[in-house]
């Protein structure tokens, strides 16, 4: 059984730094996309960033390209994710995501993680 489990998160001041991981279990993703999602209440999902099979590419949301770094440790199967210059709105659920089934930049992964709520706020 597949699983993706996303840690850290929580309460970050604007201008602060956030730092997720997610963790694979039961299937090697090296060889596979992961991705970050979020969504904010009454929000659309909305694309975060991306890193390619092999981590020979990364894709970022243009809201958070200047901001934003997505990295694979763990052969592959463990997501990171660090964002910077966090601002209010980067307030919502985040969602770990993996082996992609469309475009890299659409919802439509095989695997989910529950989602970690991250609240930017002084």
């Known amino acids: 059984q597949v699983k993706l489990v996303e840690s850290g998160g929580g309460l970050v001041p604007p201008g602060g730094t956030l730092r997720l991981s997610c963790e694979a279990s039961?299937?090697?993703?090296?060889?596979?996309?992961m991705a970050w999602f979020r969504q904010a209440p009454g929000e659309e999902r909305e694309f975060v960033g991306a890193?390619?099979?092999?981590?020979?590419?990364?894709r970022y949301g243009d809201s958070v390209k200047d901001r934003l770094d997505i990295r694979r440790t763990n052969a592959g199967n463990t997501l990171h994710l660090q964002m910077v210059s966090l601002k209010v709105e980067d307030t919502a659920m985040y969602y770990c995501a993996a082996v992609r089934q469309a475009r890299y930049s659409e919802p439509n992964y095989q695997y989910w993680g529950q989602g970690i709520q991250v609240t930017v706020s002084a």
């Open positions: 039961g299937r090697n993703m090296g060889s596979d996309w």
């Open positions: 890193i390619s099979p092999n981590d020979i590419s990364r």
